[in-house]
């Protein structure tokens, strides 16, 4: 049985019960009976903060999620959350009450005996100039501690409103920027000396060869949970395979 799942991009919303439940189908289903599962990134639609998990008017949907990972951590399943660009809030909080640790973006971990590149995948796609500007800010201290620092109801509120920005300047831009650029997947790999990257973020789930001075190498992209779609990836020591569920 796979040793390691990834998946990436559920975008858990309580807006889409559907994707929410196939979600706990898998937690239950393929993840336990693996070894580890890694979350790559943009588990919720949007992550506001880990008082969330506590306050009264929180959402019970963060709740509900947050109670499936830990009794996927009770089996004895490892579970390891990296920021996506929507969830980047996820925090110590989640953590324990989940029982995942948090990775580091990019971070390398050793797994089916190969050292691999786990990303989100949105630094790689550089060429969306803007996008890069708002990471930043978004990313920065200051605007972290401004946002953390209204109530729940006005964090909502303004991601909202964040939202419906970003769905019109998404829409009115062309494909090939939303995707990753080809230098920036080399750099990547070149910089940590590895052959095997996994990443989500871009929606558009495959294996590409490619070579990297002179060595082969393999970027794998998670499939997101939109539409009545749902998958992942499982690595062993029979090597990578991208699966529906
Ligand atoms: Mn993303």
């Given at each position: 049985m796979p040793g390691a799942l990834f998946v990436s991009d559920?975008?858990?919303?309580?807006?889409?019960p559907g994707t929410n439940e196939r979600f706990f189908g898998f937690l239950q289903d393929q993840a336990s009976r693996a070894e580890r599962l890694y979350?790559?990134?943009?588990?919720?639609?949007?992550?506001?903060?880990?008082?969330e998990l506590q306050a009264a008017d929180g959402d019970p949907l963060a709740r509900a999620v947050a109670d499936a990972l830990h009794a996927l951590s009770r089996l004895g399943v490892g579970i390891a959350v990296m920021h996506g660009n929507r969830d980047f809030l996820l925090g110590e909080r989640f953590c324990a009450a989940t029982g995942a640790r948090l990775l580091e973006d990019p971070a390398v971990e050793k797994i089916g005996g190969v050292r691999t590149l786990l990303m989100h995948?949105?630094?790689?796609?550089?060429?969306?100039l803007d996008y890069q500007a708002w990471r930043r800010t978004a990313r920065s201290r200051a605007w972290q501690a401004e946002f953390l620092a209204k109530s729940l109801p006005e964090r909502r509120r303004t991601v909202q409103a964040m939202r419906a920005k970003s769905r019109e300047v998404v829409g009115a831009k062309p494909a090939e920027i939303m995707d990753v650029n080809d230098g920036a997947v080399r750099e990547a790999l070149r910089t940590h000396r590895l052959t095997r990257l996994v990443h989500g973020h871009?929606?558009?789930p495959a294996r590409h060869a490619l070579e990297v001075d002179g060595r082969p190498c393999e970027r794998w992209v998670l499939p997101d949970w939109y539409d009545g779609r749902g998958g992942y990836l499982a690595v062993d020591d029979a090597g990578p395979r991208l699966l529906a569920c």
């Open positions: 559920l975008h858990l919303a309580a807006e889409r979350i790559l990134g943009d588990l919720f639609e949007y992550w506001i903060g880990d008082d995948g949105d630094t790689l796609c550089t060429d969306d871009t929606h558009r």
